[in-house]
């Protein structure tokens, strides 16, 4: 999907990207550059990108924002780390400079959080020069008193500001949906597989049964004890215990049959 996108803009601009997301990405990233061949990116989590501000000479002319909905709140030290990036990377390579946001999420849950995602894309896209300025041109309002004085409190986005806001985007904004591409991807095939327990599993199934003083109890614990662990609650806290499970080696001898497919 969306990964594939920024291959493509490496690959095109024959640079390793910089390339920012959330941590637990990272090793998913690495897979998917590696299984088409691509350079590996320089990945920073969010939390650890300010470490690049201290060497900006050494910045490549792509950086690749992802889950790039997790910066769409302009208050925030993780937006402000990745704004200055962006500048410092257009400032050192002008108009050879491209800064990428990727997102699973087609539109930000409120339409004003367009702005900043703007702003880190391409300084000035929109006009207004703030999310305060684009709240006050989309949203409808009314003023209330909490007991510190009247303020604008949003009940509810103007229909035409919000559509229009679609034009403004163009040229800028690409979304892409599942649906637009249905045509192109193959049918999904479902496979059912019987899986025998091994004599410890269905040891500990008819244990866990036995110990459940309700159906509902005993039915969720086998359900966890099928996926492969199984919590117990204790006075420290939740514990989970890994068990070997039938599902997993299923699922590796199947991935080890399609691993050149």
Partial sequence: GKTLVGIAASEH?????????????????????SQW????????????????????????????????HEIKNPDTKRYEVVQ????????????????????????????????????????????????????????I?????????PVNRVIGWDETEVAFMRDRLAGLVLSQFKSDHLPELPDKTYRRVNLKPSPDVAKLARAVVANCETVIEGLTKLRQLSDGFLYEHTPAGRVTHQIDCPKDQALIDSLEENEHV
């Fill in 13 to 33: 601009l024959r640079v390793a990207p910089v390339w920012i997301g959330p941590a637990r990405t990272r090793i998913n990233i690495n897979r998917e550059f």
């Fill in 84 to 139: 200055r990036l962006a500048d410092v990377i257009r400032k050192c390579h002008g108009n050879h400079a491209h800064v990428l946001l990727l997102s699973g999420t087609p539109s930000p849950k409120l339409p004003s959080e367009w702005w900043s995602l703007c702003e880190v894309a391409c300084p000035g896209f929109l006009r207004e020069g703030s999310q305060q300025q684009l709240t006050q041109r989309l949203a």
């Fill in 141 to 149: 309002t009314e003023v209330v008193d909490y007991g510190a004085g």
């Fill in 37 to 68: 061949g691509a350079a590996t990116p320089q990945f920073y989590s969010f939390a650890s990108a300010h470490k690049l501000l201290e060497q900006p000479d050494t910045l490549p002319h792509l950086l690749i924002i992802d889950e790039a």
